[in-house]
Protein backbone atom coordinates (compact mmCIF):
# COMPACT_ATOMS: atom_id res chain seq x y z
CA UNK A 1 0.00 0.00 0.00
CA UNK A 2 1.20 3.50 -0.85
CA UNK A 3 2.08 5.53 1.78
CA UNK A 4 -0.21 8.24 0.95
CA UNK A 5 -2.88 8.26 -1.48
CA UNK A 6 -4.02 11.96 -2.88
CA UNK A 7 -6.74 13.22 -4.91
CA UNK A 8 -8.34 16.19 -6.09
CA UNK A 9 -11.40 16.48 -7.70
CA UNK A 10 -13.02 19.91 -9.45
CA UNK A 11 -12.44 22.37 -6.44
CA UNK A 12 -12.90 19.47 -3.93
CA UNK A 13 -10.12 18.05 -1.54
CA UNK A 14 -10.43 14.65 -1.22
CA UNK A 15 -6.68 13.50 0.50
CA UNK A 16 -5.72 10.91 2.34
CA UNK A 17 -2.28 9.88 4.37
CA UNK A 18 -1.60 6.89 6.10
CA UNK A 19 0.23 6.72 9.23
CA UNK A 20 1.53 3.59 11.39
CA UNK A 21 -0.99 1.08 12.87
CA UNK A 22 -2.88 0.90 15.81
CA UNK A 23 -5.39 -1.01 17.54
CA UNK A 24 -8.36 1.69 18.63
CA UNK A 25 -9.35 4.29 15.79
CA UNK A 26 -7.95 8.21 16.89
CA UNK A 27 -10.91 10.37 18.00
CA UNK A 28 -11.86 13.31 15.90
CA UNK A 29 -9.35 15.19 18.60
CA UNK A 30 -6.42 13.14 18.54
CA UNK A 31 -3.39 14.99 18.04
CA UNK A 32 -2.78 12.25 15.40
CA UNK A 33 -6.13 13.38 13.11
CA UNK A 34 -5.88 17.31 13.52
CA UNK A 35 -2.07 16.88 12.50
CA UNK A 36 -2.65 14.72 9.38
CA UNK A 37 -5.99 17.48 8.78
CA UNK A 38 -3.33 20.52 8.57
CA UNK A 39 -0.70 18.36 6.56
CA UNK A 40 -3.15 17.75 4.25
CA UNK A 41 -4.36 21.12 3.86
CA UNK A 42 -1.12 22.56 3.33
CA UNK A 43 -0.39 20.07 0.65
CA UNK A 44 -3.31 21.59 -1.21
CA UNK A 45 -2.07 25.36 -0.72
CA UNK A 46 1.74 24.70 -1.01
CA UNK A 47 3.74 27.19 0.52
CA UNK A 48 4.85 25.20 3.86
CA UNK A 49 8.73 25.39 3.37
CA UNK A 50 10.17 26.82 6.15
CA UNK A 51 7.92 27.00 8.53
CA UNK A 52 8.30 25.73 11.83
CA UNK A 53 5.56 23.15 13.55
CA UNK A 54 4.66 25.57 15.92
CA UNK A 55 4.45 28.43 13.25
CA UNK A 56 1.88 25.98 11.49
CA UNK A 57 0.15 24.79 14.88
CA UNK A 58 -0.37 28.21 15.91
CA UNK A 59 -1.98 30.52 12.68
CA UNK A 60 -3.77 27.00 11.45
CA UNK A 61 -6.07 26.06 14.34
CA UNK A 62 -8.74 23.34 14.14
CA UNK A 63 -10.88 24.36 16.86
CA UNK A 64 -13.46 22.72 18.51
CA UNK A 65 -12.83 18.75 16.39
CA UNK A 66 -16.28 16.69 17.80
CA UNK A 67 -17.71 13.70 15.88
CA UNK A 68 -20.70 13.34 13.89
CA UNK A 69 -20.91 10.07 13.56
CA UNK A 70 -19.25 6.75 14.08
CA UNK A 71 -19.62 3.33 11.89
CA UNK A 72 -18.41 0.57 13.92
CA UNK A 73 -18.29 -1.60 10.92
CA UNK A 74 -15.43 -0.09 9.64
CA UNK A 75 -14.39 1.64 12.65
CA UNK A 76 -15.16 5.37 10.93
CA UNK A 77 -15.02 8.73 12.48
CA UNK A 78 -16.55 11.32 10.88
CA UNK A 79 -15.56 14.52 12.19
CA UNK A 80 -16.58 18.06 12.09
CA UNK A 81 -14.59 21.12 13.29
CA UNK A 82 -13.59 24.86 12.69
CA UNK A 83 -10.41 26.01 10.67
CA UNK A 84 -9.06 29.01 11.76
CA UNK A 85 -6.26 30.04 9.45
CA UNK A 86 -3.86 33.27 11.08
CA UNK A 87 -7.15 34.44 12.93
CA UNK A 88 -8.31 36.07 9.95
CA UNK A 89 -10.00 33.32 7.65
CA UNK A 90 -12.57 30.38 9.07
CA UNK A 91 -14.03 27.98 7.70
CA UNK A 92 -16.08 25.04 8.72
CA UNK A 93 -14.27 21.47 7.68
CA UNK A 94 -15.32 18.26 7.87
CA UNK A 95 -12.92 15.15 7.98
CA UNK A 96 -12.87 11.16 8.77
CA UNK A 97 -10.57 9.27 10.79
CA UNK A 98 -10.51 5.54 10.79
CA UNK A 99 -8.83 2.11 10.60
CA UNK A 100 -8.63 0.08 7.35
CA UNK A 101 -8.45 -3.94 7.31
CA UNK A 102 -4.65 -3.83 8.40
CA UNK A 103 -5.06 -1.35 11.33
CA UNK A 104 -3.64 1.61 9.26
CA UNK A 105 -4.94 5.09 10.65
CA UNK A 106 -6.19 6.84 7.77
CA UNK A 107 -7.22 10.53 7.52
CA UNK A 108 -9.16 12.26 4.62
CA UNK A 109 -10.60 15.60 4.31
CA UNK A 110 -13.20 16.93 2.10
CA UNK A 111 -15.10 19.64 0.68
CA UNK A 112 -12.49 22.57 0.86
CA UNK A 113 -13.26 24.83 -2.27
CA UNK A 114 -11.05 26.20 -4.50
CA UNK A 115 -11.89 30.11 -2.92
CA UNK A 116 -11.63 28.45 0.47
CA UNK A 117 -8.09 27.13 0.10
CA UNK A 118 -7.19 30.22 -1.07
CA UNK A 119 -8.69 32.40 1.70
CA UNK A 120 -6.82 29.66 3.95
CA UNK A 121 -3.26 30.08 2.30
CA UNK A 122 -3.83 33.91 3.34
CA UNK A 123 -4.45 33.56 6.43
CA UNK A 124 -1.82 31.44 7.25
CA UNK A 125 0.65 33.88 5.69
CA UNK A 126 -0.71 37.14 6.76
CA UNK A 127 -0.66 35.60 10.15
CA UNK A 128 3.53 33.83 10.13
CA UNK A 129 3.82 37.96 9.14
CA UNK A 130 2.30 39.40 12.32
CA UNK A 131 3.75 36.58 14.71
CA UNK A 132 7.29 37.23 12.98
CA UNK A 133 7.32 40.61 13.12
CA UNK A 134 5.84 40.69 17.06
CA UNK A 135 8.60 38.63 18.04
CA UNK A 136 11.54 40.47 15.66
CA UNK A 137 9.84 44.25 18.12
CA UNK A 138 9.98 42.18 21.24
CA UNK A 139 13.62 41.05 20.71
CA UNK A 140 16.14 43.47 22.56
CA UNK A 141 18.09 45.59 20.39
CA UNK A 142 21.52 46.22 21.08
CA UNK A 143 22.33 49.41 22.50
CA UNK A 144 25.24 51.54 20.47
CA UNK A 145 27.27 54.05 22.15
CA UNK A 146 28.72 56.53 21.01
CA UNK A 147 32.33 57.77 22.03
CA UNK A 148 32.08 61.40 23.28
CA UNK A 149 34.69 62.30 21.28
CA UNK A 150 32.77 60.93 17.97
CA UNK A 151 29.80 62.94 19.12
CA UNK A 152 31.34 65.90 19.40
CA UNK A 153 33.26 65.79 15.81
CA UNK A 154 29.75 65.26 14.72
CA UNK A 155 27.90 68.39 16.40
CA UNK A 156 30.80 70.67 14.98
CA UNK A 157 30.03 68.97 11.82
CA UNK A 158 26.48 69.76 11.23
CA UNK A 159 26.97 73.55 12.82
CA UNK A 160 26.06 74.56 9.27
CA UNK A 161 22.44 75.74 7.94
CA UNK A 162 21.54 76.61 3.82
CA UNK A 163 19.64 79.99 3.33
CA UNK A 164 16.59 77.74 4.70
CA UNK A 165 14.91 76.68 7.66
CA UNK A 166 16.14 72.64 7.55
CA UNK A 167 13.50 71.99 10.30
CA UNK A 168 10.83 73.07 7.60
CA UNK A 169 12.31 71.07 4.28
CA UNK A 170 9.66 69.57 1.90
CA UNK A 171 11.60 68.43 -0.79
CA UNK A 172 14.59 65.94 -1.19
CA UNK A 173 16.79 68.62 -2.75
CA UNK A 174 16.38 70.57 0.05
CA UNK A 175 17.32 67.78 2.29
CA UNK A 176 20.08 67.09 0.54
CA UNK A 177 21.47 70.40 1.03
CA UNK A 178 21.26 70.18 4.51
CA UNK A 179 23.03 67.14 4.95
CA UNK A 180 25.62 68.09 2.84
CA UNK A 181 27.73 71.26 4.29
CA UNK A 182 28.93 72.54 0.48
CA UNK A 183 25.86 72.70 -0.94
CA UNK A 184 24.37 74.47 2.33
CA UNK A 185 27.26 77.12 1.92
CA UNK A 186 26.57 78.07 -2.08
CA UNK A 187 23.04 78.16 -0.95
CA UNK A 188 23.71 80.83 1.10
CA UNK A 189 25.97 82.49 -1.39
CA UNK A 190 23.00 81.93 -4.00
CA UNK A 191 20.55 83.98 -1.48
CA UNK A 192 23.07 86.71 -1.48
CA UNK A 193 23.66 86.64 -5.04
CA UNK A 194 20.06 86.58 -5.64
CA UNK A 195 18.65 89.43 -3.35
CA UNK A 196 21.43 91.94 -5.11
CA UNK A 197 20.70 90.92 -8.19
CA UNK A 198 16.95 91.47 -7.40
CA UNK A 199 17.67 94.81 -6.01
CA UNK A 200 19.48 96.43 -9.42
CA UNK A 201 17.11 93.87 -11.71
CA UNK A 202 14.72 96.64 -13.71
CA UNK A 203 12.23 93.51 -13.81
CA UNK A 204 11.81 92.63 -10.99
CA UNK A 205 8.98 90.05 -11.55
CA UNK A 206 10.39 88.81 -14.42
CA UNK A 207 13.47 87.70 -12.18
CA UNK A 208 11.25 86.14 -9.89
CA UNK A 209 10.16 83.69 -12.30
CA UNK A 210 13.01 83.22 -13.66
CA UNK A 211 14.69 82.24 -10.39
CA UNK A 212 11.26 79.88 -9.57
CA UNK A 213 12.11 78.01 -12.79
CA UNK A 214 15.51 77.60 -12.04
CA UNK A 215 14.45 75.58 -8.65
CA UNK A 216 12.08 74.06 -10.27
CA UNK A 217 13.52 72.55 -13.73
CA UNK A 218 17.46 72.59 -12.32
CA UNK A 219 18.04 72.17 -8.96
CA UNK A 220 15.29 70.38 -8.20
CA UNK A 221 16.18 67.89 -10.95
CA UNK A 222 19.35 66.92 -9.63
CA UNK A 223 19.25 63.62 -7.56
CA UNK A 224 23.12 63.80 -6.29
CA UNK A 225 25.25 66.46 -4.55
CA UNK A 226 28.17 67.11 -7.05
CA UNK A 227 25.31 67.84 -9.77
CA UNK A 228 23.78 70.39 -7.94
CA UNK A 229 26.62 72.01 -6.76
CA UNK A 230 27.41 72.23 -10.31
CA UNK A 231 24.26 73.64 -11.29
CA UNK A 232 24.49 76.07 -8.48
CA UNK A 233 28.09 77.79 -8.88
CA UNK A 234 26.98 78.43 -12.74
CA UNK A 235 23.39 80.03 -11.27
CA UNK A 236 25.60 82.08 -8.93
CA UNK A 237 27.66 83.26 -12.11
CA UNK A 238 24.44 83.84 -14.00
CA UNK A 239 23.28 86.41 -11.09
CA UNK A 240 26.45 88.10 -10.70
CA UNK A 241 27.32 89.36 -13.82
Request: hydrophobic share 35%; net charge positive.
Amino acid sequence: MKDKIYAVIMVTVIATFLIGCSKEVPKCSDDRSTTLVRKIILDQIGGSEGLSEKEIQENMKIEFPRASAFDEKIKKYSCEAKLVAGDAYQLPITYDSQLDDKGQHIVSVRGISGADLFGVKSGLIEGIKKSRATKSEAAPQPQQTVPQTQQTQQSSEMKWSPSFDCAKVSTGSERLICSNKELSEVDVQLAHAYKAALKNSPDKDGLKRQQGAWLKNERDACSDAESMLKVYKERIAQLSR
